[in-house]
């Protein structure tokens, strides 16, 4: 991961990716290009550009009291979708015959996020300087970004598993549902624990207290 972070062929590469997506996700399944350790820095990065527009984007455009803003719960949130979404696609893919491993998921999806980075640091510094009816810059600013996140998303995922488009479509729908399904048995099962740590607390105490 390190000499990932440190070597200079691997970020000419993300910046290659993010200007030819097709050919760069071909490469990185194809040829190793990628780095896991730029991906998950992307992902950091992106939980942190996100709060920070929460906290200090203008009020003409964030009606957000920055006070109510977590800055770790935030990275933590970003991080565990990150991780889910990854995870949830390998499962769906690896019963559909996809061709990516679990490494070039984290990387396409983590690349993936460098327009929405780079657009959200500048949408919150136009923010200081738009007036009452000037938010639509703001608007399709963060819009543009967002939308090429999703499409190099899209060409991403197509590209590490030979995917047709009309495949990868239906790839990212079961994502989501499995998605929600990690989600929900998680909640499942941190709800369990807190049970069983609070029956086996309050047996402690009524011990405690009959001693």
Same mark, same amino acid.
């Given at each position: 991961?390190?000499?990932?972070?440190?070597?200079?062929?691997?970020?000419?590469?993300?910046?290659?990716?993010?200007?030819?997506?097709?050919?760069?996700?071909?490469?990185?399944?194809?040829?190793?290009?990628?780095?896991?350790?730029?991906?998950?820095?992307?992902?950091?990065?992106?939980?942190?550009?996100?709060?920070?527009?929460?906290?200090?984007?203008?009020?003409?455009?964030?009606?957000?009291?920055?006070?109510?803003?977590?800055?770790?719960?935030? +990275?933590?949130?970003?991080? $565990? %979708?990150? =991780?889910? &979404?990854? /995870?949830? *696609?390998?499962?769906?893919?690896?019963?559909?015959?996809?061709?990516?491993?679990?490494?070039?998921?984290?990387?396409?999806?983590?690349?993936?996020?460098?327009?929405?980075?780079?657009?959200?640091?500048?949408?919150?510094?136009?923010?200081?300087?738009?007036?009452e009816n000037e938010e639509a810059f703001y608007s399709i600013l963060m819009g543009v970004g967002?939308?090429?996140?999703?499409?190099?998303?899209?060409?991403?995922?197509?590209?590490?598993?030979?995917?047709?488009?009309?495949?990868?479509?239906?790839?990212?729908?079961?994502?989501? +549902?499995?998605?929600?399904? $990690? %989600?929900? =048995?998680? &909640?499942? /099962?941190? *709800?369990?624990?807190?049970?069983?740590?609070?029956?086996?607390?309050?047996?402690?105490?009524?011990?405690i207290f009959r001693i």
């Amino acid at each position: 991961m390190k000499k990932g972070l440190l070597s200079s062929e691997k970020w000419k590469y993300l910046f290659y990716t993010v200007n030819h997506p097709t050919d760069g996700f071909y490469w990185i399944r194809h040829q190793d290009r990628g780095s896991v350790g730029i991906a998950v820095l992307l992902v950091i990065l992106y939980a942190a550009c996100f709060s920070m527009n929460r906290i200090y984007a203008s009020f003409v455009v964030n009606d957000i009291e920055p006070r109510t803003v977590n800055s770790i719960a935030e +990275l933590f949130g970003v991080g $565990i %979708l990150y =991780l889910v &979404l990854c /995870v949830g *696609n390998w499962s769906v893919t690896c019963l559909m015959d996809g061709e990516g491993r679990f490494k070039d998921i984290v990387i396409a999806i983590g690349y993936s996020l460098l327009p929405a980075i780079v657009t959200t640091v500048l949408a919150t510094l136009i923010s200081q300087v738009v007036a009452e009816n000037e938010e639509a810059f703001y608007s399709i600013l963060m819009g543009v970004g967002m939308a090429y996140t999703v499409i190099m998303m899209l060409i991403g995922i197509m590209q590490i598993h030979n995917y047709t488009l009309g495949k990868t479509l239906v790839t990212l729908f079961l994502t989501i +549902l499995a998605v929600l399904i $990690i %989600l929900f =048995l998680a &909640l499942l /099962v941190i *709800n369990f624990i807190t049970q069983v740590y609070s029956f086996l607390r309050s047996i402690y105490i009524e011990l405690i207290f009959r001693i």
